[in-house]
């Protein structure tokens, strides 16, 4: 266990002098219940984490974006700190195989879900917060921000996202998930334009462009979206 949670700490980028809040951020309920450890499971974590994530986007929102108003700031921060930027997070760094799983959340692809994995990440972040403190945890969390942070002082950050949307609408229709490939990219460095093909259950749905992958697979989606229509109930 101990060269597993050297992995994740090299991950992360920070080493705990208290291994336990580490161990208790990996405890999914399901595993304290099921093995009765002594670390208690993660949720008590993922409330703190909750508010710290929250606070550090504020924050560095504030710093940076003193022209924006606090409406376009609180679109920003809901966008940031939604749960498909928590889960790309997540994914990014691998956390579900460091997560201690009950069998049966394991056998119901535990790892792999989006709402497992979001507030683990929360946990985390609390964890990392209780052991070194607001400077640890604020570098941790804008570490994982970092180019959607990036994105937007460059401009290129797109506030509507389409992908999350589109996402849920496709899981609330036990559809598959999509999927997307770029196509085609042409013009100089400076001024490139992607095109990108979105595809459900391997069929073409729809095509996106825009000046990064990014902004043409928001572009997909978003077209994608307008096919589909309006929900109803």
């Known amino acids: 266990m101990e060269d597993v949670l050297d992995n994740l700490e090299e991950k992360i980028e920070y080493a705990f002098k208290d291994r336990s809040l580490l161990l208790r951020a990996l405890t999914h309920s399901s595993y304290a219940n099921e093995c009765r450890v002594e670390q208690e499971d993660y949720e008590q974590l993922e409330f703190l984490g909750d508010s710290i994530i929250g606070f550090v986007v504020s924050e560095n929102l504030l710093v940076n974006h003193p022209d924006l108003t606090e409406g376009q700031l609180s679109k920003l921060r809901a966008q940031l700190v939604s749960s498909s930027s928590l889960f790309r997070s997540a994914s990014g760094l691998e956390l579900g195989r460091f997560l201690r799983l009950g069998k049966g959340e394991e056998k119901n692809s535990g790892r792999r ?3 497992v994995l979001v507030d683990a990440t929360e946990a985390l972040v609390a964890a990392v917060y209780l052991d070194g403190g607001m400077d640890a945890a604020r570098r ?20 509507s996202d389409y992908k999350s949307r589109l ?24 001024q490139r334009q992607f095109s990108v093909r979105l595809t459900i259950g391997g069929k073409p749905t729809a095509r996106g462009q825009g000046g990064t992958k990014k902004s043409a697979e ?7 979206l307008k096919k589909m229509g309006p929900i109803t109930c």
Do not use: M, N, T, W
């Open 113 to 115: 879900k989006q709402a």
């Open 218 to 224: 928001q572009d997909a989606a978003r077209r994608a």
């Open 167 to 190: 996402q849920e609408r496709l899981h609330s229709l036990r559809e598959a998930r999509p999927e997307y490939s770029v196509i085609d990219q042409s013009g100089p460095d400076h």
């Open 140 to 159: 941790f969390v804008l570490q994982q921000l970092a180019e959607d942070l990036g994105d937007i002082l460059s401009g290129r950050f797109v506030l």
